[in-house]
Each structure stands twice: as structure tokens, then as C-alpha cells.
């Protein structure tokens, strides 16, 4: 059930509201919108009693039944989109658009501060980079682990960029949250259920990429588990998924912005690099993200992508990176962001 309280209740009352949830034998879950606080209470309608009781509260607007599985995610529950605050000053979602860009991976100091320096250049406003990173093959470069945790913090403190890294391991959730302001769970973690809990308990901003074979619904109720551990701060975020086709390293499914956008009041981030895993597409499923809705990209760049230590082939130069936030400029303006 989804619990409305009305415009400036006070805190008090909520308390009160809160109370008796849990005493009728549920679990609440507060979102808090710009307006309204939306209370979610999660629990099994057919052995405990109504919560329609709670509309003869004066500070109760409106109690509603959830059909969807996906309880919090679920725009039933949260009908305003949501906004992420990360850092001091970057602000996702409620018509804000925002470009994540750096390297796949860390590789070095020098790598990583010129290219920090010239993503913020081209007016990114946050940082990505693989500190620890997933390879298909145990052989391949794993990440430089804590010392690239330091590059990026070191990276924001000298660019002001806020920071997205991902997440492999339950055991470095904390570490990871102590340097990092948005964690990532990649594509093979996204059903990897204890370690979204984790994630989702350090705090931090998560950003959820989809499963290379998951099915939206599955997505969705991934994403529930980031909700139901009491952080708000969800992203998904589109990175392509595995078909038959192997003209590019996924199939990007852009579909998915109308989709989530529908379904959800999280924001929604798409990642052309890996949904095309070519450079030379980057730029046309950047256009194509921006026109549908998309709330921010997620965008490889490299000083010089043919030396790049993992993914060199889907990763931006400077000047490509540079020519692209140009060419976004009016795509931004006609899906009405700033």
C-alpha cells in the first residue's frame, strides 16, 4: 500500500503515521518528494489488517494499493519523478541533464587527472573510471583496486567532479562508498542480490545497470531491493543487452527510456560505450538517448583510446568527446533539460 501525507505534515505527524504502520504489522518506506512524503508499506494484505484505515487521518491524503511487484519503484508508489543529489552541487533527474565520462579503467595518475581535466573541459559534471573491473578473462588488467580509488579522489579534489566507480565485492562496499559518490553495479552484479544490499546500506547514490539478459521486470525489481533497504538514490542505467547480433558488442535498447520513464520515478542513464562497443556510435546512440529522455550518459573517453588497457575500441578521444557535448547542445534544448 502507498500512504500520501498531505503538503508540509509535520514531523510529528509522520512519526505517528509511521508508528501505526509497523503496528498493523508492516514495513514503511519513506520517499520524500518535493511536496509530499510518499510512505511505502511493504507487508502481506491478507494477514494483517487494512491500512485504508489511515484515511480517516487528518494528515493522510491518500492510501492507494500497489499492483505492480515492484513495489517502491514503482511510479504508482512515487507518481513525481525523483531527483539524486550527489556531491555538493549535481542534481539528477527533474529536467537536469548531466554526462558521466572518463576511462573504462584507471590506469595510471597522469591518464586519468588529463583526461578529468579535459572531460570537465568539454563540460562533463561527473567522473566515471573502473577501479576495479570485471573481465571476461582472469588474465585481462583487473584494476588498480585502492590506488585507483585515490587517483579519483585525488581527480575530484583537483576538478571538483563528483565520482562513479564500480562496485564488485560486499566485503568493499565501504571502502569503495569512502571514496566513490555513486556506486555502479555492472552488468553481471545486477541480479547479485546481497551485494545490492550492500550498496544500497553504505548511503551512496547507486547507479544499476541492467543485466546483459535480464528482462525489464527483472531490472525493476532489482532496482527494489536498492528502495527496500532505505536508500532512495536509484539510478538504472541502459548498457545494452546480448543478442544474436554481433555487428556491435550489445544491442543498445533504447526502448527502455519511454519504459523505465513509465514505469519508474528513478532517473534512467544510458551507456553507449558498452551498448555499441564501438566509437564510431557513440555519437548517434548519444542523440538518440538525449531526444527520448534520457536523464544523463554514461560515456568512455581516453587520451589515446588505441592504448587503453581494457575496451579500447569503444572508447572517445578528447577532441571526439569534445565534438560530441557540441553536437548535444541542441538535442539537450529540444528534450527541454538545461
Known sequence: ?????????????????????????????????????????????????????????????????????????????????????????????????????????????????????????????????????????????????????????????????????ELLSEQQAEMVAEYADILQIGTRNAQNFQLLIAAAKTGRPVLLKRGMCMRIEEWLLAGEYILANENPNLMFCERGIRTFETYTRNTLDLSTIPVIKRESHSPIVIDPSQGAGRADLVAAMCKGAVAMGADALLIEVHPNPTTAWSDAAQQLSFDGFAKLMRELKPFIAAAGMK
Open 1 to 165: 500500500m502507498i500512504i500520501v501525507l498531505k503538503p508540509k505534515t509535520p514531523p510529528a505527524q509522520e512519526k505517528r503515521v509511521l508508528a501505526e504502520i509497523r503496528r498493523l504489522g508492516y514495513t514503511p518506506h519513506v520517499m520524500r518528494g518535493v511536496a509530499r512524503v510518499v510512505i511505502g508499506a511493504i507487508g502481506d494484505e491478507r494477514t494483517h489488517k487494512s491500512l485504508e484505515v489511515l484515511m480517516t487521518w487528518p494528515q493522510v491524503e491518500s492510501v492507494m494499493p500497489v499492483q505492480k511487484r515492484f513495489k517502491l519503484v514503482s511510479r504508482e508508489a512515487h507518481p513525481q519523478s525523483s531527483t539524486i543529489k550527489v556531491g555538493k552541487n549535481v542534481v539528477i533527474g527533474g529536467g537536469n541533464f548531466h554526462v558521466m565520462a572518463g576511462p573504462c579503467s584507471v590506469e595510471d595518475e597522469k591518464q586519468l587527472m588529463t583526461t578529468a581535466v579535459a572531460v570537465k573541459k568539454a563540460g562533463a559534471t561527473i567522473l566515471r573510471g573502473g577501479a576495479f573491473k570485471p573481465r571476461t578473462s582472469p588474465y585481462e588488467f583487473q584494476g588498480l583496486g585502492e590506488k585507483g580509488l585515490k587517483l579519483l579522489a585525488n581527480a575530484r579534489k583537483e576538478t571538483g567532479l563528483p565520482v562513479i566507480t
